[in-house]
Protein backbone atom coordinates (compact mmCIF):
# COMPACT_ATOMS: atom_id res chain seq x y z
CA UNK A 1 0.00 0.00 0.00
CA UNK A 2 1.15 3.43 -1.11
CA UNK A 3 1.88 6.39 1.32
CA UNK A 4 -0.12 8.54 -0.59
CA UNK A 5 -2.97 5.76 -0.28
CA UNK A 6 -2.34 5.28 3.66
CA UNK A 7 -2.97 8.96 3.85
CA UNK A 8 -6.17 9.19 2.20
CA UNK A 9 -7.16 6.04 4.41
CA UNK A 10 -6.32 7.73 7.56
CA UNK A 11 -8.16 11.57 6.62
CA UNK A 12 -11.13 9.44 5.79
CA UNK A 13 -11.37 8.12 9.25
CA UNK A 14 -10.00 11.32 10.79
CA UNK A 15 -13.27 12.94 8.90
CA UNK A 16 -15.31 10.18 10.01
CA UNK A 17 -14.59 9.96 13.70
CA UNK A 18 -14.72 13.75 13.52
CA UNK A 19 -18.46 13.75 12.21
CA UNK A 20 -19.69 11.38 14.46
CA UNK A 21 -17.79 13.78 17.19
CA UNK A 22 -19.98 16.83 15.67
CA UNK A 23 -23.32 14.78 15.17
CA UNK A 24 -23.13 13.35 18.86
CA UNK A 25 -22.99 16.83 20.11
CA UNK A 26 -26.03 17.82 17.62
CA UNK A 27 -27.92 15.10 19.83
CA UNK A 28 -27.23 16.63 23.22
CA UNK A 29 -27.67 20.03 22.04
CA UNK A 30 -31.01 18.65 20.44
CA UNK A 31 -31.62 17.33 23.91
CA UNK A 32 -30.36 20.53 25.74
CA UNK A 33 -32.59 22.91 23.57
CA UNK A 34 -35.75 20.84 24.75
CA UNK A 35 -34.78 21.21 28.47
CA UNK A 36 -35.43 24.72 27.58
CA UNK A 37 -38.33 24.61 26.33
CA UNK A 38 -37.49 24.07 22.11
CA UNK A 39 -39.99 21.71 20.23
CA UNK A 40 -39.49 18.98 18.12
CA UNK A 41 -40.16 21.10 15.45
CA UNK A 42 -38.13 24.15 16.09
CA UNK A 43 -35.05 21.77 16.19
CA UNK A 44 -35.95 20.12 13.45
CA UNK A 45 -36.40 23.98 11.51
CA UNK A 46 -33.30 25.10 13.11
CA UNK A 47 -31.10 21.66 12.30
CA UNK A 48 -31.70 22.23 8.62
CA UNK A 49 -32.18 26.64 8.15
CA UNK A 50 -28.71 27.07 9.44
CA UNK A 51 -27.18 23.95 7.12
CA UNK A 52 -28.44 25.00 4.38
CA UNK A 53 -25.36 28.39 4.15
CA UNK A 54 -22.86 25.80 5.46
CA UNK A 55 -23.57 23.37 2.39
CA UNK A 56 -23.67 25.97 -0.22
CA UNK A 57 -20.47 27.71 0.84
CA UNK A 58 -19.09 24.23 0.72
CA UNK A 59 -20.77 23.62 -3.49
CA UNK A 60 -19.46 26.81 -4.08
CA UNK A 61 -16.01 26.51 -2.80
CA UNK A 62 -16.07 22.73 -4.28
CA UNK A 63 -17.47 22.17 -7.75
CA UNK A 64 -19.56 25.78 -8.06
CA UNK A 65 -22.74 26.69 -7.73
CA UNK A 66 -23.57 25.06 -11.26
CA UNK A 67 -23.90 21.76 -9.59
CA UNK A 68 -26.85 22.35 -7.41
CA UNK A 69 -28.70 21.83 -11.02
CA UNK A 70 -30.94 18.81 -11.57
CA UNK A 71 -33.06 16.95 -13.49
CA UNK A 72 -34.10 14.68 -10.66
CA UNK A 73 -35.89 17.05 -9.00
CA UNK A 74 -38.81 14.54 -8.23
CA UNK A 75 -35.80 12.64 -6.84
CA UNK A 76 -34.85 15.11 -4.50
CA UNK A 77 -38.71 16.04 -3.10
CA UNK A 78 -39.23 12.00 -2.34
CA UNK A 79 -35.65 11.92 -0.29
CA UNK A 80 -36.64 14.63 1.15
CA UNK A 81 -40.04 13.44 2.40
CA UNK A 82 -38.51 10.05 3.48
CA UNK A 83 -35.52 12.45 5.14
CA UNK A 84 -37.83 14.58 7.16
CA UNK A 85 -39.95 11.57 8.42
CA UNK A 86 -36.57 10.05 9.82
CA UNK A 87 -35.61 13.18 11.20
CA UNK A 88 -38.98 12.94 13.18
CA UNK A 89 -37.97 9.83 14.78
CA UNK A 90 -34.28 10.29 14.95
CA UNK A 91 -34.96 13.67 16.80
CA UNK A 92 -37.99 12.09 18.81
CA UNK A 93 -35.79 9.25 20.14
CA UNK A 94 -32.79 12.02 21.71
CA UNK A 95 -35.84 13.56 23.39
CA UNK A 96 -37.14 10.39 24.44
CA UNK A 97 -34.45 7.95 25.82
CA UNK A 98 -31.12 8.67 27.62
CA UNK A 99 -28.14 9.59 25.04
CA UNK A 100 -26.26 6.28 25.58
CA UNK A 101 -29.35 4.16 24.63
CA UNK A 102 -30.52 6.45 21.39
CA UNK A 103 -27.47 5.91 20.12
CA UNK A 104 -26.92 2.61 20.72
CA UNK A 105 -30.74 1.87 19.17
CA UNK A 106 -29.21 3.39 16.20
CA UNK A 107 -26.21 1.23 15.66
CA UNK A 108 -29.00 -1.25 14.12
CA UNK A 109 -29.04 0.24 10.85
CA UNK A 110 -26.83 -2.11 9.63
CA UNK A 111 -29.53 -4.75 10.53
CA UNK A 112 -32.31 -2.91 8.72
CA UNK A 113 -29.99 -2.28 5.57
CA UNK A 114 -29.47 -5.83 5.26
CA UNK A 115 -33.56 -6.60 5.57
CA UNK A 116 -34.34 -3.63 2.68
CA UNK A 117 -31.43 -4.90 0.45
CA UNK A 118 -32.88 -8.53 0.83
CA UNK A 119 -36.50 -7.39 0.48
CA UNK A 120 -36.85 -4.22 -1.71
CA UNK A 121 -33.85 -4.48 -3.58
CA UNK A 122 -33.70 -8.57 -4.03
CA UNK A 123 -29.78 -8.87 -2.96
CA UNK A 124 -28.54 -12.31 -2.13
CA UNK A 125 -28.09 -12.76 1.49
CA UNK A 126 -27.00 -15.82 2.98
CA UNK A 127 -27.29 -17.29 6.30
CA UNK A 128 -24.27 -15.64 7.93
CA UNK A 129 -26.23 -12.29 7.32
CA UNK A 130 -28.97 -13.22 8.51
CA UNK A 131 -27.81 -14.55 11.42
CA UNK A 132 -26.39 -11.13 12.22
CA UNK A 133 -29.34 -9.67 12.02
CA UNK A 134 -31.18 -12.25 14.55
CA UNK A 135 -28.11 -11.95 16.66
CA UNK A 136 -28.37 -8.01 16.61
CA UNK A 137 -32.02 -8.01 17.67
CA UNK A 138 -31.37 -10.08 20.48
CA UNK A 139 -29.11 -7.19 21.77
CA UNK A 140 -31.59 -4.92 21.26
CA UNK A 141 -34.08 -6.87 23.30
CA UNK A 142 -30.99 -6.61 25.67
CA UNK A 143 -30.79 -2.90 25.73
CA UNK A 144 -34.47 -2.35 25.83
CA UNK A 145 -35.82 -4.93 28.30
CA UNK A 146 -39.45 -5.02 27.33
CA UNK A 147 -41.49 -4.57 30.46
CA UNK A 148 -37.99 -3.92 32.45
CA UNK A 149 -39.37 -0.43 32.71
CA UNK A 150 -36.04 1.44 32.66
CA UNK A 151 -36.88 3.60 30.20
CA UNK A 152 -39.97 4.01 27.89
CA UNK A 153 -40.57 1.40 25.53
CA UNK A 154 -41.97 3.55 22.87
CA UNK A 155 -38.22 5.39 22.98
CA UNK A 156 -37.23 2.22 21.81
CA UNK A 157 -39.65 1.96 19.08
CA UNK A 158 -38.97 5.39 18.08
CA UNK A 159 -35.18 4.61 17.96
CA UNK A 160 -35.98 1.71 16.22
CA UNK A 161 -37.81 3.70 13.54
CA UNK A 162 -35.18 6.27 13.22
CA UNK A 163 -32.57 3.02 12.31
CA UNK A 164 -35.26 2.35 9.91
CA UNK A 165 -35.84 5.39 7.99
CA UNK A 166 -31.87 6.07 8.14
CA UNK A 167 -31.04 2.26 6.14
CA UNK A 168 -34.05 3.71 3.66
CA UNK A 169 -32.72 7.02 3.15
CA UNK A 170 -29.51 4.82 2.07
CA UNK A 171 -30.94 2.76 -0.23
CA UNK A 172 -32.55 6.20 -1.85
CA UNK A 173 -29.46 7.79 -1.87
CA UNK A 174 -27.22 4.63 -3.92
CA UNK A 175 -30.39 5.35 -6.38
CA UNK A 176 -29.78 9.25 -6.89
CA UNK A 177 -26.14 8.66 -5.95
CA UNK A 178 -26.02 7.26 -9.61
CA UNK A 179 -26.65 10.46 -11.57
CA UNK A 180 -26.46 13.09 -8.36
CA UNK A 181 -23.79 14.16 -6.02
CA UNK A 182 -23.22 14.07 -2.93
CA UNK A 183 -22.73 17.59 -2.66
CA UNK A 184 -26.12 18.57 -4.85
CA UNK A 185 -28.03 15.22 -2.95
CA UNK A 186 -27.42 17.18 0.56
CA UNK A 187 -27.99 21.02 -1.01
CA UNK A 188 -31.99 19.99 -1.88
CA UNK A 189 -32.59 18.00 1.10
CA UNK A 190 -31.14 20.79 3.59
CA UNK A 191 -33.30 23.36 1.27
CA UNK A 192 -37.05 21.69 1.06
CA UNK A 193 -36.86 20.51 4.37
CA UNK A 194 -36.84 24.17 5.63
CA UNK A 195 -39.75 25.15 3.63
CA UNK A 196 -41.99 22.35 5.18
CA UNK A 197 -40.49 22.62 8.61
CA UNK A 198 -40.88 26.73 8.59
CA UNK A 199 -44.65 26.27 7.35
CA UNK A 200 -45.17 24.30 10.75
CA UNK A 201 -42.73 26.21 12.90
CA UNK A 202 -44.76 29.63 11.96
CA UNK A 203 -47.46 28.68 14.02
CA UNK A 204 -45.33 27.38 16.98
CA UNK A 205 -43.48 30.01 17.48
CA UNK A 206 -41.76 31.03 21.22
CA UNK A 207 -40.14 33.10 22.84
CA UNK A 208 -36.41 31.91 24.31
CA UNK A 209 -33.48 33.73 26.06
CA UNK A 210 -30.38 34.41 24.62
CA UNK A 211 -28.69 31.26 25.14
CA UNK A 212 -31.55 28.83 24.10
CA UNK A 213 -31.45 30.65 20.69
CA UNK A 214 -27.46 30.09 20.74
CA UNK A 215 -28.26 26.43 21.27
CA UNK A 216 -30.48 26.48 18.20
CA UNK A 217 -28.30 27.71 15.92
CA UNK A 218 -25.20 25.89 17.23
CA UNK A 219 -27.50 22.72 16.12
CA UNK A 220 -27.83 23.47 12.65
CA UNK A 221 -24.08 24.83 12.06
CA UNK A 222 -22.73 21.36 14.47
CA UNK A 223 -25.07 19.20 11.92
CA UNK A 224 -24.07 20.99 8.95
CA UNK A 225 -20.38 20.70 9.81
CA UNK A 226 -21.17 16.97 10.97
CA UNK A 227 -23.01 15.76 7.13
CA UNK A 228 -20.18 17.85 5.22
CA UNK A 229 -17.83 15.71 6.82
CA UNK A 230 -19.36 12.48 6.59
CA UNK A 231 -19.58 13.31 2.93
CA UNK A 232 -16.06 14.20 3.17
CA UNK A 233 -14.88 10.59 4.67
CA UNK A 234 -15.82 8.62 2.10
CA UNK A 235 -14.42 10.46 -0.87
CA UNK A 236 -11.38 8.95 1.08
CA UNK A 237 -11.80 5.85 2.51
CA UNK A 238 -14.12 2.97 1.35
CA UNK A 239 -17.44 2.87 3.64
CA UNK A 240 -16.81 -0.58 4.72
CA UNK A 241 -13.65 0.95 6.61
CA UNK A 242 -15.09 4.39 7.92
CA UNK A 243 -18.29 2.84 9.45
CA UNK A 244 -16.80 1.20 12.61
CA UNK A 245 -15.81 4.70 13.55
CA UNK A 246 -19.43 5.10 13.69
CA UNK A 247 -19.62 3.20 17.29
CA UNK A 248 -17.43 6.48 18.53
CA UNK A 249 -20.80 7.53 19.40
CA UNK A 250 -21.21 5.54 22.27
CA UNK A 251 -18.49 6.95 23.89
CA UNK A 252 -19.44 10.63 23.12
CA UNK A 253 -23.27 10.07 24.01
CA UNK A 254 -21.93 8.46 27.41
CA UNK A 255 -19.87 11.62 28.30
CA UNK A 256 -22.39 14.35 27.28
CA UNK A 257 -25.05 12.57 29.06
CA UNK A 258 -23.12 12.45 32.48
CA UNK A 259 -21.75 15.74 31.69
CA UNK A 260 -24.90 17.55 30.57
CA UNK A 261 -28.06 15.43 32.37
CA UNK A 262 -26.30 13.40 35.22
CA UNK A 263 -27.34 10.09 33.25
CA UNK A 264 -24.41 6.98 32.47
CA UNK A 265 -26.59 4.36 30.99
CA UNK A 266 -28.05 1.25 31.99
CA UNK A 267 -26.18 -1.98 32.81
CA UNK A 268 -28.50 -3.76 30.23
CA UNK A 269 -26.94 -0.68 27.79
CA UNK A 270 -23.37 -1.79 28.27
CA UNK A 271 -24.50 -5.52 27.54
CA UNK A 272 -26.55 -4.87 24.40
CA UNK A 273 -24.48 -2.67 22.59
CA UNK A 274 -21.29 -4.89 21.87
CA UNK A 275 -23.86 -7.81 20.78
CA UNK A 276 -25.25 -4.50 18.36
CA UNK A 277 -21.58 -3.45 17.50
CA UNK A 278 -20.67 -6.91 16.53
CA UNK A 279 -24.01 -8.13 14.66
CA UNK A 280 -23.03 -4.18 12.83
CA UNK A 281 -19.62 -5.11 11.84
CA UNK A 282 -19.78 -8.43 10.93
CA UNK A 283 -22.61 -7.34 8.17
CA UNK A 284 -19.94 -5.02 7.16
CA UNK A 285 -17.54 -7.43 6.70
CA UNK A 286 -18.81 -10.36 5.15
CA UNK A 287 -20.32 -7.65 2.95
CA UNK A 288 -16.87 -6.53 1.81
CA UNK A 289 -15.42 -9.77 1.75
CA UNK A 290 -18.01 -10.64 -0.71
CA UNK A 291 -17.75 -8.32 -3.18
CA UNK A 292 -13.65 -8.81 -2.91
CA UNK A 293 -13.79 -12.61 -3.39
CA UNK A 294 -16.55 -12.69 -5.61
CA UNK A 295 -16.99 -11.52 -9.44
CA UNK A 296 -19.50 -9.17 -10.23
CA UNK A 297 -21.56 -12.55 -12.71
CA UNK A 298 -20.95 -14.91 -9.44
CA UNK A 299 -21.66 -12.07 -7.26
CA UNK A 300 -25.56 -12.23 -8.24
CA UNK A 301 -25.97 -15.86 -7.27
CA UNK A 302 -23.61 -16.30 -4.23
CA UNK A 303 -25.19 -15.71 -0.70
CA UNK A 304 -23.30 -13.76 1.51
Known amino acids: MSQSHTDRVLTGLALRLFAIACLSTMSALIKLAETRGAGLVETMFHRQLWAVPLVTAWIAAG ?31 VLLLPL ?67 AIVAILLRQIGKTESAGTTVFWFSTLSV ?56 VWATLYGWLLFGVLPTPYTWMGAPIIIASGLYIVYREQRLRRSVS ?5 ETPA
Open 100 to 166: AEATTLQFTVPIFATILGALVLKEPTGWHRWGAVIVGFLGVLVVAQPGGGHFPLYGAVVGLLAALFV
Open 296 to 300: PVTAA
Open 195 to 250: LPLGAVYAFQLKAHDPLTWAILVAIGLVGGVGQLALTGAVRFAPVSAVVPMDYSGL
Open 63 to 93: PGLGSIRTRRFGAHLSRTAVGLTGMVFTFGS
